[in-house]
């Protein structure tokens, strides 16, 4: 592309895009799959994970669409092509679909932001009221702060209209589309941290396998990753802009167009990861383990230890599940929580608790 601005040719663009659509459409089909093998009633959370890739397949349809015209229009200002009569309107059709492909981006995010608070908002059920309110207090700051995106953002060119009507150029304009730029990142990346710390805290407390702990603790890590792409993402666009033949002219999109892509793919597939879940849990359950004198264990609900042992089984982080509770949680979408997440949270030493109460029962063989 344009030497000037630093960007992509058209094909890296074309080849991201499709790449990135490609194995994130794998994915969501794989998990879309998945569950209609196992006939799950759609939740709240599912339907928010297919909301963000409809979102995110917009997104990268907008840059295959917006490249060709990208192209030709680079190759005018930089002299490469001459003028042709059909320039003003490319501009506009550009710069209207580069318009629209932010605002598909924050969408895809926010989406798996809230999907991943929904899916373990039933773990707190029983627990501290301190843990609900501070859930409801993340789900406030990302309502706010997916709002103030789209607030900074149609205010960068002055109006709506002046993206594609010359809005866009001169110094004041650049600043203020920096401010989008640094504030979006702001509020993605401290989102994405506050959403990771909950459940992180919550499961390092958990009496549980070491190995399956760990895949707990991996699946809400990955948001980092995310974290990583999005730091990319501000970075070559800050670099780019603060170049001197950049002065006055408007955020080069192919930058934003690459990281944003991959950012959203990654998040989509973030957001598919806990329906997969249940394939690592029903493999633990297939392998036997053995105590210290060689007698192996049952993990069931049938059938008692050979010779010794004890049985409990920890169904859920709180305690009860009250008819108030599922109520709320019917209106939540979350009456049909994926039974393989809860049995994520349950403990493999084998803590069983009823409705009402944790019964604990020992067998005590004497010699």
Request: aromatic share 12%.
């Amino acid at each position: 592309m344009s030497s000037k601005t630093n960007g992509f040719a058209q094909g890296t663009v074309l080849k991201v895009a499709y790449s990135m659509l490609g194995v994130t459409s794998c994915v969501v089909l794989a998990r879309a799959g998945f569950e209609l093998s196992r006939q799950k009633r759609l939740t709240a959370s599912d339907a928010l994970v297919y909301f963000s890739y409809a979102c995110f397949a917009t997104m990268c349809a907008l840059y295959i669409a917006l490249s060709p015209y990208m192209q030709r229009l680079y190759d005018v200002g930089n002299g490469v092509i001459p003028p042709y009569p059909e320039l003003a309107q490319d501009n506009v059709k550009m710069t209207k679909m580069v318009f629209a492909a932010p605002c598909m981006f924050w969408m895809t995010l926010w989406a798996v932001k809230f999907s991943l608070l929904l899916l373990y908002r039933r773990l707190l059920v029983g627990l501290q009221r301190r843990y609900t309110v501070i859930w409801w207090g993340i789900v406030g700051i990302c309502v706010v702060s997916h709002a103030g995106n789209y607030v900074f953002y149609f205010r960068s060119c002055g109006t709506i209209p002046g993206f594609w009507t010359g809005g866009c150029t001169g110094d004041s304009a650049k600043n203020a589309q920096l401010v989008s730029l640094y504030y979006s990142f702001s509020v993605d990346t401290a989102t994405n941290l506050l959403i990771m710390a909950l459940p992180m805290k919550l499961t390092w407390n958990l009496q549980m396998a070491r190995s399956k702990k760990n895949a707990i603790l991996t699946l809400f890590g990955t948001g980092f990753v995310c974290i990583f792409f999005a730091c990319l993402r501000v970075a070559q666009v800050a670099i780019n802009a603060a170049k001197p033949e950049a002065a006055g002219q408007p955020l080069d999109p192919t930058w934003l167009a690459i990281w944003g892509m991959v950012e959203c793919s990654i998040a989509v597939i973030i957001g598919c990861c806990p329906a997969f879940a249940v394939l690592a849990n029903s493999s633990s359950r297939t392998k036997p383990t053995y105590d210290s004198q060689g007698y192996q264990k049952y993990t069931g609900s049938g059938g008692p230890d050979k010779e010794r042992g004890s049985k409990i089984m920890l169904r859920t982080i709180g305690s009860t599940t009250t008819r108030s509770t599922k109520d709320r949680n019917h209106h939540l979408g979350l009456e049909t929580m994926d039974a393989h997440w809860a049995e994520a949270h349950s403990s493999q030493e084998q803590l069983r608790a009823t409705h009402e109460g944790i019964i604990v029962s020992t067998t005590v063989v004497q010699k």
